[in-house]
C-alpha cells in the first residue's frame, strides 16, 4: 500500500483498526478511559487513548497488549505502515472533544 492512500483504503483501514482496537480492549479497559482517537499523517496511524488520570503499570500493560493485538491484527496485510500508540492523560476539567484525530473518534465516554 502506498504511503499516501485514496480515500476508499482510508475508511477500510479506519474500519480494521476500529475493528481490531475494540476487540482487543474487551475485559481490559477501565472507567478511567474517556476516549479513543485515530490520527493519520501518511507515516503513521496513531491511536491515541486518553485517561483521566495516571495509569496503574498493569494498566498500562494491558494496553500496550491490546495495541500489539491490533498490529498483528491488520499488519501487513491491511495496512503496512507504522502504527502507534499514545497514551494521554486528560483530567476531567479539561474537554476533550478538541482532541480529536483526523480520523475520528472510536469511543468517547459520556461525561456528565
Known amino acids: 500500500m502506498s504511503k499516501k492512500m485514496i480515500k476508499e483504503e482510508l475508511i477500510k483501514v479506519k474500519h480494521e483498526i ?10 481490559r479497559s477501565s472507567k478511567k478511559m474517556r476516549g479513543i482517537s485515530l490520527n493519520y499523517d501518511e507515516k503513521f496511524m496513531i ?8 495509569l ?3 494498566e498500562e500493560e494491558e494496553m500496550e497488549c491490546a495495541h500489539s493485538e491490533v498490529v498483528s491484527d491488520i499488519f501487513p496485510q491491511i495496512y503496512d505502515g507504522g502504527i502507534k500508540l499514545v497514551l494521554t492523560i486528560l483530567p ?8 480529536k484525530g483526523n480520523l ?6 459520556k461525561e456528565y
Open 56 to 58: 496503574t503499570n498493569e
Open 104 to 109: 475520528g473518534w472510536f469511543y468517547l465516554r
Open 92 to 99: 476531567i476539567e479539561e474537554n476533550i472533544l478538541d482532541k
Open 47 to 54: 491511536i491515541e487513548m486518553f485517561f483521566d488520570e495516571k
Open 18 to 27: 476500529n475493528r481490531s482496537t475494540m476487540y482487543s480492549l474487551i475485559g
